[in-house]
Every structure is written in C-alpha cells, then in structure tokens.
C-alpha cells in the first residue's frame, strides 16, 4: 500500500467533497502524496500506525491534515484532539474544511489546537480557490519544524 | 376566696340595746357591722352597700321583719343576701317562716345565745361568699365559654387513651357538619383515613406533653378536610386545636403543579431548542455538501468537455450553478435567522445616527450605487449595538435596492417620538408595494418582488422584525406600487432620560 511519504492527508466522508477537493489541488498544481481517508476511525489507524497502518512507519509525519469535522464513527473533533494531545504529533498542521460554521464548532476546534479553520464555500469557484489558496499556503510557504 | 375582703353585716332592730348585744356577739375582725333601726332604713342600706348577711329583727313598728324580707326576695340584686330572722316568740314565727323556706334563710330567738347566734351567722356567710364566688367564677367560664365557641379552629378534649371526643366547640358545624352532640362520645379515628388513623394511635401510645400534626379528616359529606392539630395532653386528656389548612394545603397543591407544569414547559423548550440546535446543524453541515457538488461537477463539465458544449449547454449549466449558489444563500440566510431566535439581547445605550453612519461607511460605492442618503436627528435607543447594526444595516440595503432602477434614487433615514418610544424610519422612492400584501413583508420567504427584478431571499426583513420584537418594539411599513416604501420601527425610549 502506497501509504508511505504521504504529504497530504485528507479525511472527507463525502468522496464528491473529496475529489473536488483533490481536482482543486491538482488543478493548481499541487501534485503531492495525498490519501484520502474516508472517516475518523481510518484517520487515527493511519497517523499512529494501527489496524491496517501497522506497517507505516510512525517517524514520516504528514505535511498536513485536512479534516472534516462531520463524519461517522470518529468525529473530527476526536481525531483532532487525539492528534494535538499526542507528543508525536501535536506538531502536524491540522486544517479543519468543514460545512459548518457554527460558532461553537469554531470555538471548540481552536480549544483542541486545531491550526486552521476553512469553511468550505457552497460555490465552487470559491471552493477551489480556498482550497488551492490553502494548500498553497501550509505546503508551499509555511515552515514545519520537522 | 376574697379573705382580704371585709364582710358586710347589717343588723336590723328598733331596739338600740339589741343592736349592741349583737354587736358585741358578732363583732371581729374583717366583719363590719351596719346597723339599721326600722324597715325603710334596713331596705335603703341593702340598695347602696354590699350587704353580705342581715339580722332581721321581726317585730317593728311601721314595717316589720317579714315584709323587709319579703321586698329583698323579689328582688334579683338582693335575692340572694341571707337573712337570719331574729324574734322573740318561737312558736309563731317558724310558722311564719314557712314562706321563705328557699333561699338562706334561718332564725333566732330571743334571747339570744351568743354561740348559736356565732355559729349560724357564720355558716350562712361561709356559704354565701361561697356562692358569689363561684357566680364569679362563671361568669369568667361563661367568658371563656364564648371565646371557645366564637373561634373558626376547632377546640375540643379528647381522652388520650380511646380518642373519643369529650367536648368540642361550636366550630365543629361549620367545619365538619357534625352538631356537638353527634360529635361528642364519638372516636376522632372514625373520622380519618387508615393511615392518619395509623398516625395518630401512634402519636396517642407515645403519650408526650404537647405535639401538633396534621392530618385528612371526613366531613359528614364526606369531603375531606386539611386539619393542623395542636394538642397539650395532660391528665389522660387531649386537649386539642385543630386549624382548617385544606385551603393552604389546596394552594400549595396548586402552586406545587403549577411548578411543575412550569419545570415541565421549561424542559419542552430546552429539548424544542435542542432539536431546532441539531437541526440548523445539519441543515448547515448536511445541505451545503450536495450543493458543492452539483456546482463543482458542472463546473468540471464547463472545464473538461468544452469541446462537447454548445452556446445552450452553457446556459443551462450556468443555471444550474446559479441556483444552486441561491440555495447556499438561502440557507445561510435561514441559519442567520433561526440564531437570532435564540440569540439572548444585550441591552446598551446606541447612538443610532452614529450607527447609521457606520452602515452607511460599510456600503461601498457600488452598494450604494447613485442613491442619495438623507439621514434626519436619530435619538439614541436601548439596545444590541450588533443588532441594531443589523436592521439598519437590512433596511438601507433593501432601499438602496429597491431604489436602484429610479432616475435619482433617494433616500431618508429619521425618527419621531411618541409617548414612551421612538419611531424610526427607512424611506425611499423606489419600486413600493401594494399595501394589500403588506402583512407579507416582514415573512420569513415572502417576497414581493420577484428574483429577475429584484435579488433577495426574503429573510432580511423578517430578521428585521424578530430582532425589533426581541426588543419590545414593533415593525411596519407603508407604501405603494412605484411610489416608494417607508419601514418603520419603534423602540421603547430609554427609561433613564
């Protein structure tokens, strides 16, 4: 499984969410490793190596997290917080693209260290904007401290 | 008894030598002798003195010893005062004597003898101070007896050991409809429910001095009263009183469903308020990502097969992405909306002229197109500064664009005052209404223009309104077709000016 060197890892339950998302950062020329997990569940066997990650090797840190935060099973809210309560690694930018904009939701993600929050837009131009905007951003420009 | 009191003694004789000899006979301390020497003067003294005892002479001149007696007796304030008829002849007078049998009444004969003359005098006072002091006694009884029965409690005496009913006051009626006599030699548990029963054998075998309880007692309709009894048991015996509380008890009753129904509604509303939270939650979450995707997947058509299109393939793509953008707006606006119904109002002093300049600074020039703004004297209300921003910020917009497709637009904010509140106003020259569908405006999706002639979702004004309502104020508007419209919006003056 190609699930070593992986830059990018998204986690959409929605797969139409998903691949516009990926077309948004291919399209702008953002060609790095990307997985897409489809849940929360799937997310955390992946970043501490479990279930069928085992194999993974737990010192390759993503370049970033993307995370919805609605999803079956484990929520964003948990793989977030497990992620930033994790001395290993609490360090991956962890950017929240979510539909809701609720002002609880905001809160509470940045209570658990969440690095950014996106809110996704309905209309797809924007959509691909921000998406591209933000990929730009956390793998292009900002600095990583591993 | 009244020891301390001296006793009134007159003595009655036409003969000054027998006054002196009973004088001498009767005479001690706490005895004050008064003397009377015919029947008149006898009759006057009893009128104005306390007499206690009076010897009577029978044998006098003009009114003698039986008609002075005869004369107290038929009276109610001397009926009472013991004659002791004093006579020389023995045979005669007990036969004469006859008539005043009842009552204290007794006689001695001449001459007298000093120890039988002692003895009776005292006897018949002993009995007569006796007697006034238990007509004293009564009448304080009767007193208490009228204090009893007066009262609305129920006052009576129980044996402690069978809890039958020894005396009760008149109270019982009217509380329970039993008489006194019904009442009375009749076991207060008769009257009670098995556990109060219960209850108050138990209280009965602990036997302590003074307790109170309460407890459900049957009328003789058989409804059922509320009594508080207070009891003070002494000497084998109840003695009781006991509150009608069935009122009390029926108001706390009330009062404690009242609370409940309320603790009831309260939790309604929170489970109403949480169900309506996890429903704009999903609405936000849940809706918004099949919208994307219907936008996103005809915009990788328009992309990826432009080849394929032709000029109406295009357009109807571009529909399809337009509505679904509308549909975003609509629910973005709906989620604003529904906030707002639980958003708790913040109370401030706000200048609305200044707030209204503020708008005014975040509509740009294109927002604000050609229209000209006249803003009049704004006083300053009591309210959500972020709210208020709202609906000024609603009611420009919507005349700005409403005005939008006038030659010169124009536009004018003001206020006047009326008893207890301001009245503002948003008034413009642009495409009005007809006042028949002025109930509309203010509906959350009512519109009355349609999307080609007008943009809008039909929600600004009815956030307008539940942001005016959650502040004790009202909406209104006036208008009429292509004449212009005026929105209006009062708000209760602030109580410290």
Redesign the interface.
Known sequence: MESDNIDIVLVED?P??AS?AI?ALRKNGINNSLIHLKDGEEAIDFIFCKGNYSHRSASQLPKLILLD??MPKVDGFEVLKQVKSDARTCRIPVVLL?????DRDILKSYQLGVNSYIV??????L??KTVAGMGLYWLLMNQLPY | MHSNESTNILIVDDKANNIFALEQILSQPGRNIIRATNGKEALKTVLNTDIDLIILDVMMPEMDGFEVAQILKSHKRTREIPIIFASAEKKEQRFMIKGFEEGAVDYLYKPLDAAITEAKVSVLLQLHLQKKELIRKNLILEKYALLINNSADLICIINARTLDFEEVNNAVFPMLGYTVDEIRNTSLLSYLEQDDSHAVQRLSSVNKEKFSFEIRIYSKDRAVKWLNWNIVNKDGCWFANARDITQQKRSDWEIKQLNADLEGNIALLEATNKELESFSYSVSHDLRAPLRSINGYSRIILEDHQTHLNEELHRLLGKIQGNASRMGVLIDNLLEFSRLGRRKVDKYPVNLAELTQRVLNDLDEVDRGKARIHIGSLPTAEGDPALLYQVIMNLVSNAIKYSGKKETPEIEIGATEEEGKYIYFVKDNGAGFNMDYAHKLFGVFQRLHDNEEFEGTGVGLAIVQRIIVKHGGRVWAEGRPNEGATFYFSLPRPVTE
């Open positions: 929605n139409d969410d516009l077309r935060l609605k979510t539909s809701s904009n609720q996704k837009p309905v209309e797809f131009e959509f691909v």
